[in-house]
C-alpha cells in the first residue's frame, strides 16, 4: 500500500489511464512511425484536465501538487507512451512560467498551455555544450524595448510541436549567467529544424531550434535579468525526482509483463519460470524494484513538503535510471529472442530507457551533486 497518495490522486489515476488507454495507447504505433504525436492529442487531453495539473485555478488550471503530477507520469510510463512529452509542458514549463512569471505572462499562456492548445517548451541545450549549461552560446542583445535573440538550441522534447520556447540566453557573451527569456514559434526569425532520428524515444518530436535574430518584447523575459541559471538549478531537483518516478513505474509494470510472459512460455517442456535461475533472476528484480519505490515514493512525498533537496533529487534520478537500465536488461533477456522484436513492449521500453541515464543531466554529473553533499 502506498501511502503517499490520497483519494483524490487515485481518481485523477483512474481518470488518467482510462484516457491513456483509449486515446494514447491505440496509435503508439502510429505515432513511433511518423516521430510525432499529433496535436489534437494535446488538446483532447486538456479537455478533460490531464495537462499542467499543477497549474492554480485562477489560470485555468486545477490547483493540484506533486501527487497529481506523479500520478500521470507514472501513468505514462506504465504503457511506456514515450511519445507523449506531456511531462515536459506540464511538469517543467508551467511551473518556469508559474514560478517567475509576471501576472500578465501568466494570464497570456498559462490557459493555453493547461487547455493544450498552446505547447511548451524549454530549450536549455546546445550543440557540444553538453551539461556544461554556462558555455552557452545563444543571446539576448537588448535593443531598445526588444531583447534580439540568436543561437541554436538542440535535444528539444516537444520542439516539432512546440509553440513557446522558454529559452535560456546570455545578454553579454562573455557572462556566465543567463537570461530566460520566451520566445512564441510564429517570431520572424525562429525556425525548427527537422526532427531528430534517436535510437529511442521514436515517437517524441524531438528537434533542433534556430533564432534568427528574432525580436521579442522586454515583457517576454521570465523573471530577472541574469537570474536565469538560479531559476533552472532551482527547478532541477524536481525535474530529476520525476525521472526516477518514471523509472519505477517502468520496472513495476515492465516486471509484471515478464512474470505473465515466462508463466506462459515453454522450454524443454516446462514454463520458462519453472527454472531456478528465472525465479531468482526475478527475485533480484522484485526486490530492486521495491527499494526503488520506497525510495522514490519517500522523494515525492519530500516534494509535496516542499522538501525535496538538490542532492536527494540527484539521488532519485542516478539510483532509478541505473536500476532501470540492469532490471530491464535482465527482464529482457528472459524473454530471449523475442525480447529482441520490436513488436514487445519490453524491447522498446529497453531502448526507451537509455536516454534516462544522460538527459536531466548525465549519471556522472549526478554523482557530483551528490558528492558536494558528503
Same mark, same amino acid.
Given at each position: 500500500? !502506498? /501511502?503517499?497518495?490520497?483519494?483524490?490522486? &487515485?481518481? @485523477?489515476?483512474?481518470?488518467? !489511464?482510462?484516457?491513456?488507454?483509449?486515446?494514447?495507447?491505440?496509435?503508439?504505433?502510429?505515432?513511433?512511425?511518423?516521430?510525432?504525436?499529433?496535436?489534437?492529442?494535446?488538446?483532447?487531453?486538456?479537455?478533460?484536465?490531464?495537462?499542467?495539473?499543477?497549474?492554480?485555478?485562477?489560470?485555468?488550471?486545477?490547483?493540484?501538487?506533486?501527487?497529481?503530477?506523479? *500520478?500521470?507520469?507514472?501513468? =505514462?510510463?506504465?504503457?511506456?507512451?514515450?511519445?507523449?512529452?506531456? /511531462?515536459?509542458?506540464?511538469?517543467?514549463?508551467?511551473?518556469?512560467?508559474?514560478?517567475?512569471?509576471?501576472?500578465? &505572462?501568466?494570464?497570456?499562456?498559462?490557459?493555453?498551455?493547461?487547455?493544450?492548445?498552446?505547447?511548451?517548451?524549454?530549450?536549455?541545450?546546445?550543440?557540444?555544450?553538453?551539461?556544461?549549461?554556462?558555455?552557452?552560446?545563444?543571446?539576448?542583445? !537588448?535593443?531598445?524595448?526588444?531583447?534580439?535573440?540568436?543561437?541554436?538550441?538542440?535535444?528539444?522534447?516537444?520542439?516539432?510541436?512546440?509553440?513557446?520556447?522558454?529559452?535560456?540566453?546570455?545578454?553579454?557573451?562573455?557572462? +556566465?549567467?543567463?537570461?530566460?527569456?520566451?520566445?512564441?514559434?510564429?517570431?520572424?526569425? @525562429?525556425?525548427?529544424?527537422?526532427?531528430?532520428?534517436?535510437?529511442?524515444?521514436?515517437? &517524441?518530436?524531438?528537434?533542433?531550434?534556430?533564432?534568427?535574430?528574432?525580436?521579442?518584447?522586454?515583457?517576454?523575459? =521570465?523573471?530577472?535579468?541574469?537570474?536565469?541559471?538560479?531559476?533552472?538549478?532551482?527547478?532541477?531537483?524536481?525535474?530529476? /525526482?520525476?525521472?526516477?518516478?518514471?523509472?519505477?513505474?517502468?520496472?513495476?509494470?515492465?516486471?509484471?509483463?515478464? =512474470?505473465?510472459?515466462?508463466?506462459?512460455?515453454? *522450454?524443454?517442456?516446462?514454463?520458462?519460470?519453472?527454472?531456478?535461475?528465472?525465479?531468482? +533472476?526475478?527475485?533480484?528484480?522484485?526486490?530492486?524494484?521495491?527499494?526503488?519505490?520506497?525510495?522514490?515514493?519517500?522523494?515525492?512525498?519530500?516534494?509535496?513538503?516542499?522538501?525535496?533537496?538538490?542532492?536527494?533529487?540527484?539521488?532519485?534520478?542516478?539510483?532509478?535510471?541505473?536500476?532501470?537500465?540492469?532490471? %530491464?536488461?535482465?527482464? %529482457? &533477456?528472459?524473454?530471449? $529472442?523475442? $525480447?529482441?522484436?520490436?513488436?514487445?513492449?519490453?524491447?522498446?521500453?529497453?531502448?526507451?530507457?537509455?536516454?534516462?541515464?544522460?538527459?536531466?543531466?548525465?549519471?556522472?554529473?549526478?554523482?557530483?551533486?551528490?558528492?558536494?553533499? =558528503?
Amino acid at each position: 500500500m !502506498r /501511502t503517499v497518495f490520497r483519494e483524490d490522486h &487515485q481518481m @485523477f489515476r483512474e481518470m488518467a !489511464r482510462r484516457f491513456i488507454e483509449n486515446e494514447i495507447v491505440p496509435h503508439l504505433p502510429e505515432w513511433e512511425h511518423a516521430g510525432i504525436v499529433p496535436k489534437s492529442v494535446w488538446r483532447k487531453a486538456g479537455e478533460v484536465g490531464l495537462l499542467c495539473s499543477t497549474v492554480p485555478e485562477e489560470y485555468g488550471g486545477a490547483g493540484g501538487d506533486f501527487g497529481h503530477s506523479a *500520478v500521470m507520469i507514472e501513468e =505514462l510510463a506504465r504503457v511506456n507512451a514515450t511519445a507523449i512529452g506531456f /511531462t515536459t509542458h506540464s511538469e517543467i514549463v508551467a511551473p518556469y512560467i508559474v514560478a517567475y512569471g509576471s501576472e500578465e &505572462q501568466k494570464r497570456r499562456w498559462l490557459p493555453g498551455m493547461v487547455s493544450g492548445a498552446t505547447i511548451g517548451v524549454i530549450a536549455m541545450s546546445e550543440p557540444g555544450i553538453g551539461s556544461d549549461l554556462r558555455s552557452m552560446r545563444t543571446s539576448a542583445r !537588448r535593443d531598445g524595448d526588444d531583447y534580439v535573440v540568436t543561437g541554436q538550441k538542440t535535444f528539444i522534447t516537444n520542439g516539432g510541436n512546440a509553440d513557446l520556447v522558454v529559452t535560456a540566453a546570455k545578454l553579454d557573451p562573455a557572462a +556566465k549567467d543567463l537570461t530566460l527569456v520566451c520566445v512564441e514559434a510564429d517570431r520572424a526569425g @525562429f525556425s525548427k529544424g527537422k526532427l531528430l532520428e534517436k535510437i529511442g524515444l521514436k515517437g &517524441q518530436d524531438t528537434s533542433e531550434l534556430f533564432f534568427d535574430d528574432v525580436r521579442v518584447p522586454v515583457a517576454n523575459r =521570465l523573471g530577472e535579468e541574469n537570474k536565469g541559471f538560479s531559476y533552472l538549478t532551482h527547478q532541477l531537483a524536481w525535474e530529476r /525526482t520525476i525521472i526516477g518516478l518514471r523509472a519505477a513505474a517502468s520496472i513495476d509494470a515492465l516486471l509484471e509483463d515478464t =512474470l505473465g510472459y515466462v508463466r506462459e512460455r515453454k *522450454v524443454f517442456g516446462k514454463s520458462v519460470f519453472d527454472f531456478q535461475n528465472t525465479r531468482f +533472476k526475478l527475485a533480484e528484480c522484485k526486490a530492486q524494484a521495491t527499494m526503488l519505490r520506497v525510495f522514490v515514493d519517500d522523494c515525492l512525498a519530500k516534494a509535496m513538503r516542499g522538501e525535496l533537496s538538490a542532492e536527494v533529487g540527484a539521488m532519485c534520478k542516478l539510483m532509478g535510471s541505473e536500476m532501470q537500465g540492469r532490471v %530491464l536488461d535482465e527482464l %529482457l &533477456q528472459l524473454h530471449g $529472442g523475442y $525480447g529482441f522484436m520490436s513488436e514487445y513492449k519490453i524491447s522498446r521500453a529497453w531502448v526507451d530507457a537509455r536516454v534516462a541515464r544522460i538527459y536531466g543531466g548525465t549519471s556522472e554529473i549526478m554523482k557530483e551533486i551528490i558528492a558536494r553533499s =558528503l
